[in-house]
């Protein structure tokens, strides 16, 4: 059984560039025809696609943070990583990585729990 389980800071100065890890155990992110994904829930709001790095090693990034993001993978840990550059407050949320067939994962895909990550000085 697939397990995701994100990892990283909970509070992010502003300005600074916030790092976040998703350790996948229970199936390999080079499985073919799987994207691995980053969604985010800032408070009081819905959820809003970051990111995701295909089986291949592709990335695809949603419009609205795509100047700042990046997303890579470390596949002797299973493990893929998403960088989110110049954070403001407004990039305060739950930050969930997750696992689909289609690179903006569906409600229904396997996710971890989440993490909660602030940005205030």
């Known amino acids: 059984q697939v397990q995701l389980q994100e990892s990283g800071p909970g509070l992010v100065s502003p300005s600074q560039t916030l790092y976040l890890t998703c350790t996948v155990s229970?199936?390999?992110?080079?499985?073919?025809?799987?994207?691995w994904s980053w969604i985010r829930q800032p408070p009081g709001k819905g959820l809003e696609w970051v990111g995701a790095?295909?089986?291949?090693?592709?990335?695809f990034y949603g419009p609205s943070l795509k100047s700042r993001t990046s997303i890579s993978r470390d596949t002797s840990k299973n493990q893929f990583t998403l960088q989110l550059s110049s954070v403001t407050p407004e990039d305060t949320a739950v930050y969930y990585c997750?696992?689909?067939?289609?690179?903006?994962?569906?409600?229904?895909?396997?996710r971890g729990q989440g993490t909660q990550v602030t940005v205030s000085s």
């Open positions: 997750a696992r689909d067939r289609r690179a903006v994962p569906s409600t229904g895909a396997i």
């Open positions: 229970g199936d390999s992110i080079r499985t073919n025809y799987y994207y």
């Open positions: 790095i295909a089986d291949s090693g592709n990335t």
